[in-house]
């Protein structure tokens, strides 16, 4: 089993739709969580950061992290053409494995007009 | 301009030649990671640094060194590349809030191909 895996892509949403992208992993002692958007040719950048259970939001950007059920997932409502990128989730260790990062690999999402 | 600089940015080599890929972050951040990119696989981390003289090995650390002697530079060593070393490498840098890796910032990539 990966350690963080991510639903199969690709994903194919209409302008104007909420995409749902997740994630799930198997270290419960995982500490923090990241969403990475990279398109195509250029470098991952952030998007979200989620530590503790519960929603958190950005603009359209909703995340969504259930520590026991061990997923976390991203929400974009009201998707635009511009949001047609590849998705990265980041997993975080906690305690002495702060720095050990894992990513999954990845959703490309696609919203068409 | 606050960013991550790689270079270079595109490498062809022979196998068994060794090389070095350079990282310099001007943010002044603690942390500092290197990984490779291959289709399917997502990103893989290599290495990574929490400071200064301090490294550690990521997933995939095998046919890489990596030395972390000043706090804004990070070099990627292949001691004797390897055709499976063909990839794309990104460096990022984070700080570090309460010991733990925040926002990433990557650099541009380095393409290499091992012949």
């Known amino acids: 089993q990966k350690e963080v895996e991510q639903n199969s892509g690709p994903l194919s949403v209409p302008e104007g739709a909420i995409a749902s992208l997740n994630c799930t992993y198997s270290?419960?002692?995982?500490?923090?969580f990241f969403w990475y958007r990279q398109y195509s040719g250029k470098s991952p950048e952030l998007i979200m950061s989620?530590?503790?259970?519960g929603d958190k939001e950005d603009g359209r950007f909703t995340a969504q992290l259930n520590k026991a059920s061990q997923y976390v997932s991203l929400l974009i409502r009201d998707s635009q053409p511009s949001d047609s990128a590849t998705y990265l989730c980041?997993?975080?260790?906690?305690?002495?494995?702060?720095?050990?990062?894992?990513f999954g690999q990845g959703t490309i999402l696609t919203v068409h007009p | 301009e606050a960013q991550v600089t790689q270079n270079p940015r595109y490498l062809i080599t022979v196998t068994g030649k060794k090389l070095t890929v350079t990282c310099s972050q001007n943010?002044?951040?603690?942390?500092m990671s290197w990984y490779r990119q291959d289709p399917g696989l997502g990103l893989r981390q290599i290495y990574y640094?929490?400071?200064?003289?301090?490294?550690d090995k990521g997933d995939v650390p095998e046919g890489y060194k990596v030395s972390r002697k000043e706090k804004r530079n990070f070099p990627l060593i292949l001691e004797s590349p390897s055709p499976n070393q063909t990839s794309l490498y990104f460096c990022?840098?984070?700080?570090?809030?309460?010991?733990?890796?925040?926002?990433?910032?990557f650099g541009p990539g380095t393409r290499l191909l091992v012949l």
């Open positions: 640094s929490m400071n200064v003289e301090v490294t």
């Open positions: 943010m002044n951040h603690e942390y």
């Open positions: 990022a840098s984070s700080p570090l809030g309460g010991g733990a890796v925040e926002t990433q910032y």
């Open positions: 989620i530590y503790s259970n």
């Open positions: 270290d419960r002692v995982s500490q923090s």
């Open positions: 980041a997993v975080s260790l906690g305690g002495t494995s702060y720095g050990k990062l894992t």
